[in-house]
């Protein structure tokens, strides 16, 4: 392996199979057992020969002796090993993807938000299901062949070689080059077109999750057909990968079917002599000429194992390079936030300028207050870097510049149990558990009981929804509320923003998916109600924001410009003397 993998990869390699926390005993003991099951196959061909040239003499019946019951032996213990070993090696494999991916998730919600906030959720997929699988694989299609093959390889040599030594020596020679060659000649092929295929297939789950949670909005936009034809590209590439892929593999499957033939032409050429000179008996030359063709079967398995070796490799850099970047961020300790002023905890922003980790600056210049009883509204043209404002308010995302202070400290940093206690973050995209009704709003939080809890999803708009439920709150519902309409969706992920303690609430898009008069008869039950809560909400719809304290109006003062807040002000003020807001204002009314 340290002749194919780069220093990297073994490092990354050795880390993330330390953490499948594989169990040695349970491997060694699949690899026995494929081992034996192989090896009873290689019997079953050596037996069966020795019986027909046996046989072919025509001698009495006790001559065969044994033979026929050893014929069915092998052949019914080859299944049962096989079976067996599946059953050791998978449930091997199973335990510790579960350990990794176990360890995965823990990592990753111990660390700073931006680690996962800066990936797409592409990458998160492929990382948490495709890479861990792929680490996992490794143990049943990488190391367990190649333990199982130099297992029945010395075994076989040696039994041929007690028959007729040189016969022997000349397969060991041909399993050796078979079982090294091959899987070099894969390994150093493959590289190229596994990395390209990971990469591809990342960006394509990227691209396929665009268009499956944002298709509404590309069409709307149209640009669905571009999006279409890049996901078809992606696939045309991803399969020309595929195809790169699996030529080295008949590369190494033309060495061991060329190893094997020489195995047999050796057999014959060294057991020929030895027949003609009496010094081995015929019935054995057709066991040492037919035992090869058995033999490589082990090594067959060897250049997919190679492959899987690069796969595997690639999958661990990329899970030891998120794991390494989750515990960098929590390395040193979380800093505490001061004491929540008396008056009550209070958010502030100072020509902050927004944007994701790697990309550009979204917005800039941008001043807001939101303590207990304020009421803010944002409003502004898809795609201008609302949502980005939010999640860099909830400390989720580092300001590019400027600065955010959470009672007087930035929340950037800050222990995340501290920030969640004074500010709830409800996004557009949140998420909804397969779960009970009741336990999905004490995600956020655990003491909500059940009174509370009906009268927090009435205060959603959810209580004739409620009382039509079959269980009540105890209906599970489908997994990321695939049993939900859009709307109730919404709803219940606002009722789960109610139920946190947090005294300031940021909510993104609360009135999405839901009809113009619910919508906006739900957005202003928010701004009037609860007025020891501070509320920060993100919207399209103009007209339920009279109770706003302020609106702040976003935009872009060019084409090429960063979106700035270009008018604040009540929705009074607008709609009396700002054209352009009066304008959208009437458009709604119209609708």
Known sequence: MSTVLTPA?????RRAVHLLELDRARFALSALIGTLGLASAIALSGTAAWLIARASRMPDLVALGVAPVMVRLFGISRAVLRYCERLVSHDTALRGMTALRTRLYQ????????????LRRGDVLARVGADVDAVGDLVVRA????????????????AVGLIHPPAGLALGACLLLAGIAGPLVTIRSARAAELARTEQAADLSATLLTALEHGGELNVAGRMPAVMKDLEDLEHRLAAARDRAGRPAAAAAAIDAAAAGLAVLGGLLTGLPAVASGALDGVWLAVIVLVPLSAFEATAALGPAAVQLIASAGAAVRIVELTDRAEASTAGPARPLPPAPIGGSRLRARGLAVGWPGGPIVAEG?????????????VGPSGIGKTTLLLTLAGMLQPRAGEVTLDGVAPWGAARDDVAGRVSLTAEDAHVFSTSVLENLRVARGSVSRPEAAALLARAGLGPWLDALPEGLDTTVGPDATTLSG????????????????????????????????????VADLLDADASRGVLLVTHRLSALAGADQVLVMGRPAPDRPAEVLRRATHAALADHDDAYRWALSQEDEQ
């Not at 333990?147 to 075994?155: D, F, M, N």
């Not at 009883?373 to 944002?378: K, M």
């Not at 009722?495 to 009809?515: I, K, Q, V």
């Open 9 to 13: 990869e073994r490092r990354a390699l």
């Open 107 to 118: 990592t990753l919600a111990a660390s700073r938000a931006d680690v996962v906030a800066g």
């Open 143 to 158: 190391w367990l062949p190649a333990a199982v093959a130099a297992g029945t390889g010395a075994l076989t040599a040696l």
């Open 366 to 378: 941008i001043d807001l207050d939101l303590g207990p009883g304020d009421r803010l509204a944002v």
């Open 487 to 522: 709307g109730e969706r919404r709803r219940l992920l606002l009722a789960r923003a109610l139920a946190a303690p947090a005294p300031l609430m940021l909510l993104d898009e609360p009135g999405e998916h839901l009809d113009a008069p619910t919508a906006d008869r739900l």
